[in-house]
């Protein structure tokens, strides 16, 4: 007995099934709801497609931007709460050894005033900048400023450079550090590898008491991260001849900055480093440094899946359209079903194959056709873009499987609450008043 029941469950299922796809194949007198039907499955396909699609790309935007600002925003900073300055040799040991962290080193920075200098030795150009004295050897803190570099070393920071200067219309010869500079604050400057830049701490000037502080610097080197923010802004020195130009700024912040293996665990490691380190220390990291612009991003990434899941909506009303024709045509078909013993889940769940099979077919259409599309265009670099607007010279492509599966997931849930109202519809008929009165 339990041996027939089974079998006859699988064919209850396999009929269902089987009249459900029957039904998606009109005859020759119901081509209008076969044609709607095909109707249903482009929309959905098309949907899903530019749904994939549109996510692929903000996901390759938002990876592009992220990479960007890391470049030179620390991973995890840790400064003292009261702005002061103070010896971090203590505690960089300490958390340099804690798992997840890959190094630690110390940094200083402040605003400063770049101006370069003419020809006959008086000021040139002047530009705002922000100065970041790091220690330039054997610092992993600062792989992606190296691989950034268009002119010159981060070695080149460590030296003294000979640089002729004319001072008070006599040539003469200097030893100058070095820095590295953005190559928009440089284009700004008007000056190439070689030539000296004076940084004068703005601090100095609002006393009103003795000179400014300033230092002349030689230029060993450009970087050019893709992001204005940091080309026209940066400027990179040692650390010990940042912290003679800033001894007495008051905006001077130091710390230490931190690397780490994964950067998505800096959170967790935010949370036990700030235990270590007390009250007394301010710790943050990438994600709280930032955090509007990539909560931005999310909402629009978010916006962009409603509005264009939208288009999916449309052809599930299709749907709807679709099969309420069917169970109309159909009414004679299903009484005779009903009169042979089939029970009304059963009518239901042949309708709710329909609407699967649909929403099937059109994912795996458009998902497939949106994944080989945003291959192609990440690949190949199909589209490009101007690079002083978007950062990028072609459209970034992130081929993330949780989007995709995101989109199909939404799809088939979508046409199959489009299949219950025609489902129900069909499970209501009443076999006796149909065979009566057709």
Same mark, same amino acid.
């Given at each position: 007995?339990?041996?027939?029941?089974?079998?006859?469950?699988?064919?209850?299922?396999?009929?269902?099934?089987?009249?459900?796809l029957?039904?998606?194949?009109a005859r020759r007198?119901?081509?209008f709801?076969?044609?709607i039907?095909?109707?249903?499955?482009?929309?959905?396909?098309f949907?899903?497609?530019?749904?994939?699609?549109?996510?692929?790309?903000?996901?390759g935007?938002?990876i592009?931007?992220?990479?960007?600002?890391?470049?030179?925003?620390?991973?995890?900073?840790i400064?003292?709460?009261?702005?002061?300055?103070?010896n971090?040799?203590?505690?960089?040991h300490?958390?340099?050894a804690?798992?997840g962290v890959?190094?630690?080193a110390?940094?200083?920075?402040?605003?400063?005033?770049?101006?370069?200098s003419?020809?006959?030795?008086?000021?040139?150009?002047?530009s705002g900048?922000?100065?970041?004295?790091?220690q330039?050897?054997?610092?992993?803190?600062?792989k992606?400023?190296?691989?950034?570099?268009?002119?010159?070393?981060?070695?080149?920071?460590?030296?003294?450079?000979?640089?002729?200067?004319?001072?008070?219309?006599?040539?003469?010869?200097?030893e100058?550090?070095?820095a590295?500079?953005?190559?928009?604050?440089?284009f700004?400057l008007g000056?190439?590898?070689?030539?000296?830049?004076?940084?004068?701490?703005?601090?100095s000037l609002g006393?009103?008491i003795?000179?400014p502080?300033l230092?002349?610097?030689?230029v060993?080197?450009?970087?050019?991260?893709?992001?204005?923010?940091?080309?026209?802004?940066?400027?990179?020195? *040692? @650390?010990?001849d940042?912290?003679? +130009? =800033?001894a #007495?700024? /008051?905006s001077l912040?130091s710390?230490?900055?931190?690397?780490?293996?994964?950067?998505f665990d800096?959170?967790?490691?935010?949370?036990r480093?700030?235990?270590?380190?007390?009250p007394?220390f301010?710790?943050s990291?990438?994600t709280?440094?930032?955090?509007?612009?990539?909560?931005?991003?999310?909402?629009?990434?978010?916006?962009?899946?409603?509005?264009?899941?939208?288009?999916?909506?449309?052809?599930?009303?299709?749907?709807?359209?679709?099969?309420?024709?069917?169970v109309?045509?159909?009414?004679?078909e299903i009484?005779?079903?009903?009169?042979?013993?089939?029970?009304a889940a059963?009518?239901?769940?042949?309708?709710?194959?329909?609407?699967? *099979? @649909?929403?099937?077919?059109?994912t +795996? =259409?458009? #998902?497939g /056709?949106?994944?080989?599309?945003a291959?192609?265009?990440g690949?190949?670099?199909?589209?490009?873009?101007?690079a002083?607007?978007?950062?990028?010279?072609?459209?970034?492509v992130?081929?993330?499987?949780?989007n995709?599966?995101?989109v199909?997931?939404?799809?088939?849930?979508?046409?199959?609450?489009?299949?219950?109202?025609?489902?129900?519809?069909?499970?209501?008929?009443?076999p006796v008043?149909v065979?009566?009165?057709?």
């Amino acid at each position: 007995m339990q041996v027939r029941r089974r079998a006859a469950n699988g064919d209850a299922l396999r009929y269902e099934v089987l009249i459900g796809l029957r039904y998606l194949r009109a005859r020759r007198r119901e081509r209008f709801v076969s044609l709607i039907a095909i109707i249903s499955l482009a929309g959905i396909a098309f949907g899903t497609f530019a749904l994939s699609l549109a996510l692929s790309v903000m996901s390759g935007f938002e990876i592009n931007l992220r990479s960007l600002l890391l470049t030179f925003t620390p991973q995890i900073t840790i400064e003292r709460s009261d702005g002061g300055v103070w010896n971090p040799a203590a505690l960089e040991h300490r958390i340099a050894a804690l798992p997840g962290v890959a190094a630690a080193a110390p940094f200083v920075t402040s605003q400063v005033m770049a101006v370069s200098s003419s020809d006959s030795g008086g000021a040139g150009l002047v530009s705002g900048g922000i100065i970041r004295g790091v220690q330039p050897h054997d610092n992993p803190v600062l792989k992606e400023l190296s691989d950034t570099l268009e002119n010159g070393t981060l070695a080149d920071l460590e030296t003294t450079h000979p640089v002729t200067i004319v001072d008070k219309g006599v040539k003469r010869q200097v030893e100058l550090p070095g820095a590295i500079i953005g190559k928009s604050l440089a284009f700004e400057l008007g000056v190439r590898p070689g030539d000296p830049v004076i940084l004068i701490s703005p601090a100095s000037l609002g006393t009103g008491i003795g000179p400014p502080r300033l230092k002349r610097f030689v230029v060993t080197g450009f970087f050019h991260s893709g992001m204005y923010e940091f080309d026209s802004t940066l400027i990179f020195v *040692a @650390l010990k001849d940042g912290r003679a +130009l =800033l001894a #007495d700024d /008051a905006s001077l912040e130091s710390g230490l900055e931190l690397r780490l293996v994964n950067m998505f665990d800096a959170p967790a490691i935010r949370r036990r480093i700030a235990a270590i380190a007390g009250p007394d220390f301010q710790v943050s990291d990438w994600t709280t440094a930032n955090a509007p612009l990539f909560s931005a991003l999310k909402l629009e990434k978010f916006t962009y899946f409603m509005v264009l899941l939208l288009i999916v909506l449309v052809a599930a009303f299709n749907i709807i359209a679709t099969q309420v024709m069917v169970v109309m045509e159909r009414r004679k078909e299903i009484a005779i079903l009903r009169t042979m013993g089939a029970r009304a889940a059963s009518i239901a769940a042949i309708f709710l194959c329909q609407g699967a *099979a @649909l929403g099937v077919v059109g994912t +795996l =259409l458009g #998902d497939g /056709a949106g994944f080989v599309t945003a291959y192609l265009v990440g690949r190949y670099h199909l589209i490009h873009l101007p690079a002083d607007m978007f950062m990028v010279n072609a459209l970034p492509v992130e081929l993330n499987p949780w989007n995709f599966i995101a989109v199909a997931a939404a799809t088939i849930v979508l046409c199959l609450l489009a299949s219950i109202y025609p489902a129900l519809q069909a499970a209501r008929l009443s076999p006796v008043e149909v065979i009566r009165y057709e």
